[in-house]
Antibody, heavy 122, light 112 residues
Framework: EVHLLESGGGLVQPGGSLRLTCAAA????????MSWVRQAPGKGLEWVSV????????YYADSVKGRFTISRDSSKNTVFLQMKSLRADDTAVYFC???????????????WGQGALVTVSS | DIVMTQTPLSLSATPGQPASISCKSS???????????LCWYLQKPGHPPQLLIY???NRFSGVPDRFSGSGSGTDFTLKISRVEAEDVGVYYC?????????FGQGTRLEIK
């Protein structure tokens, strides 16, 4: 059974940093791209970033480019989202999601974690 | 970026009756491999999105057959043949043809 578990969320001041972790289980992690999607309180879904299965390719939404960094450690079946220069509008639940192929597109995200809440506030 | 537009944004359905949601994309979602990369999710209250339909009309593992998807190019529809109480939540369409991945605004389904 596929299982994704996010951790590392919390309250951070504007301008601060936070690193989210997504631990994966139940599939061959190194064979699949992984993604982060966020949802601001009461709002819809917003794609944030994706990393290829090898980790060699990464892509970001314009809203986070230059501030967020996605990475993965296939030895630990883990994907990370390093977030810097956080702003109030980064407040959201951050979901990690599995991409059903090695490359970043095309393909529906088939499994999602429960999410980690990040609150940016002073 | 591909813009995804859902209608309606809210829907009130009677148990046992059908319901449908429309999703339109600003560009064709047809890939050179012949597949169309449009999928549907249901997000139940307090839960992450769950995949219902991928590549327009394929039900994901474990999804009841009362859910069906149709469409082509830029116009797509999710249909629920007989709504049940457990179907409440917000439905999203998503295009995964190209980056950035984009979602529709969501359609909130409530039960009468």
């Amino acid at each position: 059974e596929v299982h994704l578990l996010e951790s590392g969320g919390g309250l951070v001041q504007p301008g601060g940093s936070l690193r989210l972790t997504c631990a994966a289980a139940g599939f061959t992690f190194s064979n699949y791209a992984m993604s982060w999607v966020r949802q601001a309180p009461g709002k819809g879904l917003e794609w944030v970033s994706v990393i290829s299965a090898s980790g060699a390719s990464t892509y970001y939404a314009d809203s986070v480019k230059g501030r967020f960094t996605i990475s993965r450690d296939s030895s630990k079946n883990t994907v990370f989202l390093q977030m810097k220069s956080l702003r109030a509008d980064d407040t959201a639940v951050y979901f990690c999601a599995k991409v059903p192929l090695k490359w970043v597109v095309p393909g529906a995200y088939d499994y999602w974690g429960q999410g980690a809440l990040v609150t940016v506030s002073s | 970026d591909i813009v995804m537009t859902q209608t309606p944004l809210s829907l009130s359905a009677t148990p046992g009756q059908p319901a449908s949601i429309s999703c339109k994309s600003s560009e064709s979602l047809l890939h050179s491999d012949g597949k169309t990369y449009l999928c549907w999710y249901l997000q139940k209250p307090g839960h992450p999105p769950q995949l219902l339909i991928y590549e327009v009309s394929n039900r994901f593992s474990g999804v009841p057959d009362r859910f069906s998807g149709s469409g082509s190019g830029t116009d797509f529809t999710l249909k629920i043949s007989r709504v049940e109480a457990e179907d409440v939540g917000v439905y999203y369409c998503m295009q995964s043809l190209q980056l950035p991945i984009t979602f529709g605004q969501g359609t909130r389904l409530e039960i009468k």
